[in-house]
T-cell receptor, first 114, second 116 residues
């Protein structure tokens, strides 16, 4: 049973560039959430997608945007990259009917902005 | 609003001795509480979860946690530490009016070191 798959695993971008991160949810899951984990910190909630719409959003600027596709996979886009965007980006999938009981995390994408 | 405070940023124990990782939470709603573990360069793995059933929750790898509403605490324990337990541990709270999966609010993490 495939879990949550994230790509790429690592990437390096230059300040001011744009980046797209991808997430395939666990089989049977229909909701995707994105988290940013800065070095030495706990993950911070960015946003959540369900039925191809943004359902909840954390305290992140509009430079952070996302998308969910009909097959439930998701993308996280970050525009005008800042050095402070360097972090591990985690994707978590869940099934809306399970409420808070069934989150599965991917291994993350390590983004370095130079 | 929900928040979590992990009272220790770093805990060091000897192999075979008990582990205690402390967590206090704040929530305006009946909370769901979780403990996650993160090994280096790995994703987050769920250890256990409290969802308003039994207050003593048993998880994987011998870990357990007790929900104490009066103390707003959800401390994680293990009777005997193993070298493989060395990792970062996160206490997590969620809960709110939105139905279905809600955002997770993480603590800052506790790094657990096991001494041989």
């Amino acid at each position: 049973d495939a879990g949550v798959t994230q790509s790429p695993t690592h990437l390096i971008k230059t300040r001011g560039q744009q980046v797209t991160l991808r997430c395939s949810p666990k089989s049977g899951h229909d909701t995707v959430s994105w988290y940013q984990q800065a070095l030495g910190q706990g993950p911070q909630f960015i946003f959540q997608y369900y039925e191809e719409e943004e359902r909840q959003r954390g305290n992140f600027p509009d430079r952070f945007s996302g998308h969910q596709f009909p097959n439930y996979s998701s993308e996280l886009n970050v525009n005008a990259l800042l050095l402070g965007d360097s972090a591990l980006y985690l994707c978590a999938s869940s099934f809306i009917g399970q409420g808070n009981y069934g989150y599965t995390f991917g291994s993350g994408t390590r983004l370095t902005v130079v | 609003a929900q928040s979590v405070t992990q009272l220790d940023s770093h805990v060091s124990v000897s192999e075979g001795t008990p582990v205690l990782l402390r967590c206090n939470y704040s929530s305006s709603y009946s909370p769901s509480l979780f403990w996650y573990v993160q090994h280096p360069n790995k994703g987050l793995q769920l250890l256990l979860k409290y969802t308003s059933a039994a207050t003593l929750v048993k998880g994987i790898n011998g870990f357990e946690a007790e929900f104490k509403k009066s103390e707003t605490s959800f401390h994680l324990t293990k009777p005997s530490a193993h070298m493989s337990d060395a990792a970062e541990y996160f206490c997590v709270v969620t809960g709110g009016r939105i139905q279905g999966a809600q955002k997770l609010v993480f603590g800052q993490g506790t790094r657990l070191t096991i001494n041989p």
